[in-house]
């Protein structure tokens, strides 16, 4: 199972991007989400919240991934899951 | 890339939570290797049936539970109505044993009173049985004492005829045989 799926299924990091979507959909600031998630993941701590997109593609950059590609399956996951 | 359709800034959450939790795989996959360890529409969608089978499971734990709770409830007032049939029973049994030990010791009480009277009765049979030895023992002593005194009166009488006849011979049967 690849990463997405453990996390949509709840292993390791409880289901994050299902909780996104939910915080997403009640109209919850993304900063607000990321701070209080950074609550009990350390690996959201230090994050650069002011600028998500700037921290987005430095993210990307350092992992070398396609950013344009990756946002294309969010968003496709995130409208399969309206 | 078009941000007001995903709500403005949640677009980059997104990216953000995906390439710091869901990057760190073993590399590529195929030829798309900037997809590679990313969830696809088909995951998604057996991600959402594991969540609706998962809301199925609850349902069915809920329904178990709530016949759990109901056949406890049934086996509690079962356990009530057999319970109060028990002590009934008891009681029943128990008064049954009571009237019972009544009659038992209301029988006893008349046999204790007959083996009473039976041993008035024998002493009094045994009294009289006494009373009647020692009247005959008395009048047998007053026939023997008359007995006596017949015998002494004939004694006296022969010894006055013996006298008017003749000698008196106190061995008259030896004295004949010598003469």
């Known amino acids: ?82 | 890339m078009n941000e007001t359709s995903f709500g403005g800034e949640w677009i980059f959450a997104f990216l953000i939570i995906a390439v710091i939790f869901g990057w760190g795989g073993n590399g590529f996959n195929g030829n798309n290797a900037a997809l590679a360890g990313y969830a696809t529409t088909q995951d998604v969608t057996n991600t959402v049936n594991a969540a609706v089978a998962s809301q199925n499971a609850q349902n069915i734990l809920l329904s178990s539970a709530n016949n759990n709770y109901e056949t406890a409830r049934l086996i509690d007032s079962q356990s009530m109505l057999m319970s109060n049939q028990n002590n009934t029973n008891l009681l029943t049994a128990v008064n049954g044993f009571n009237a019972l030990s009544q009659n038992i010791a209301s029988g006893f009480s008349t046999v204790n009173q007959n083996i009473a009277d039976l041993g008035y009765k024998l002493d009094s049979c045994c009294c009289s049985i006494k009373t009647m030895m020692l009247e005959n023992r008395l009048q047998d002593t007053q026939i023997a004492l008359q007995n006596q005194q017949n015998i002494a009166v004939n004694q006296e009488q022969s010894q006055y005829l013996l006298s008017v006849l003749g000698s008196w011979q106190p061995k008259a049967a030896a004295a004949a045989a010598g003469a």
């Open chain 1, 1 to 82: 199972m690849n990463p997405i799926m453990n996390m949509l299924s709840g292993k390791g990091n409880n289901n994050i991007m299902m909780q996104a979507l939910g915080a997403m959909m009640r109209g919850e600031s993304p900063q607000q989400f990321l701070q209080n998630l950074a609550g009990s993941m350390p690996q959201l701590r230090g994050l650069n919240l002011n600028d998500l997109k700037g921290t987005a593609e430095a993210l990307c950059k350092k992992n070398n991934v396609n950013m344009e590609q990756l946002a294309g399956q969010i968003q496709e996951f995130a409208n399969s899951n309206k």
